[in-house]
C-alpha cells in the first residue's frame, strides 16, 4: 500500500490607503506566534499575492504596517468553523489545509493553500460566522488585515474588488467541479480529480511536468475523494501503470497534465 506521508487592471495611483494602526491589537491562540518583521520582507511578499499584484509600492508599505504577521506550529488551529471573521489572512509561507467536519465527526479537506494565496475573505464580506476552520499543515507564517482595514481597500483601490471577484469566481468553478465529480463520478474520476485539485492549489510546474509535494495522508485524500484509502492506493498505482503519474521520494508527479484532465474529467 502506498505511504504518501505527512504533509497551492487598473489603479489609482494618486489614491492613498489611510488604515488605522490601533487595528493591530491581537488576541494570540494556542500555537500562533506573532512576530516583528521588517516592512521591506512583507511588501515583497504582499507583491505576490494575486489580488494586490497591481498596488503601488507606497499602497503595499502602508498595509505592510497596519497587518501583523504570525507564526504557526504544524498542526495549529488557525480559523475555526463558526467563528466571527474578523481578518484576512495571506500565506507568506507553508501550507495550510480548509476543513470541515462530515456528519460522521471525519475531517474533510475543502483545498489545501500554499504562499502567496490567501483565506478569510467570505466572512469579512457577508458578515456571517467562518464557513470552514483552518489548520496548519507544518510550519507557517501568515500575514494577518484586519476586516476594517481589508474593506476600506477594496473602497479605495477598484482593482483589487475585481481581482477578489475573479479569485472568489475561479474558487466557484473549483468548488462546482468538485460537487460534479463526487456526484457523477466513477472512483477513477473522483481520485483523478483530487490529484488535479491538489496539483492546482500546490502542484509546481518542472521541466513540464506537475509536481506535487508533502501530499496530505491517504485517509485525508479518501475523505476529499468520497472514498476508502484502498480506492485511493489502488487507483494512484492504476494511474502510474498507465504512465499519468510517478512517485519519486514523497513526490506526485503528474507527467502530462492536460492529458491526464482530458482523460478522466
Not at 4 to 18: A, K
Not at 162 to 176: C, V
Not at 182 to 191: E, T
Amino acid at each position: 500500500m502506498l505511504d504518501f506521508g505527512h504533509t497551492s487592471t487598473y489603479i489609482s495611483t494618486s489614491s492613498s490607503v489611510n488604515f488605522d494602526l490601533s487595528s493591530r491589537k491581537t488576541t494570540k491562540k494556542s500555537g500562533e506566534v506573532i512576530l516583528n518583521s521588517p516592512v521591506s520582507e512583507e511588501i515583497e511578499s504582499l507583491r505576490n499575492v494575486p489580488i494586490l499584484c497591481d498596488l503601488e509600492p507606497m499602497d503595499l508599505e502602508t498595509i505592510a504596517k497596519v497587518g501583523v504577521r504570525k507564526k504557526y506550529k504544524k498542526g495549529s488551529i488557525i480559523l475555526l468553523e463558526e467563528e466571527a471573521g474578523a481578518a484576512l489572512f495571506v500565506i507568506m509561507s507553508g501550507k495550510v489545509k480548509i476543513v470541515r467536519m462530515d456528519d460522521d465527526g471525519r475531517e474533510v479537506i475543502l483545498s489545501i493553500l500554499g504562499e502567496s494565496d490567501f483565506f478569510g475573505e467570505m466572512a469579512i464580506l457577508d458578515g456571517l460566522a467562518r464557513s470552514a476552520s483552518v489548520v496548519a499543515i507544518g510550519k507557517s507564517e501568515l500575514f494577518m488585515i484586519h476586516r476594517r482595514d481589508f474593506l476600506k481597500l477594496l473602497h479605495d483601490f477598484p482593482s483589487v474588488s475585481i481581482a477578489l471577484m475573479k479569485e472568489l469566481t475561479n474558487r466557484l468553478r473549483k468548488a462546482d467541479a468538485q460537487i460534479k465529480s463526487l456526484s457523477l463520478k466513477d472512483a477513477a474520476g473522483r481520485v483523478a480529480n483530487v490529484v488535479l485539485q491538489l496539483a492546482d492549489d500546490i502542484g509546481k510546474i518542472r521541466k513540464g511536468r506537475v509536481e506535487i509535494d508533502e501530499l496530505p495522508l491517504q485517509q485525508d485524500l479518501a475523505n476529499m475523494a468520497g472514498t476508502s484509502r484502498e480506492t485511493i492506493s489502488r487507483m494512484i498505482h492504476s494511474f502510474i501503470r498507465e504512465g499519468h503519474l510517478e512517485l519519486d521520494r514523497g513526490k506526485l508527479i503528474i507527467n502530462d497534465y492536460e492529458r491526464f484532465k482530458s482523460r478522466y474529467l
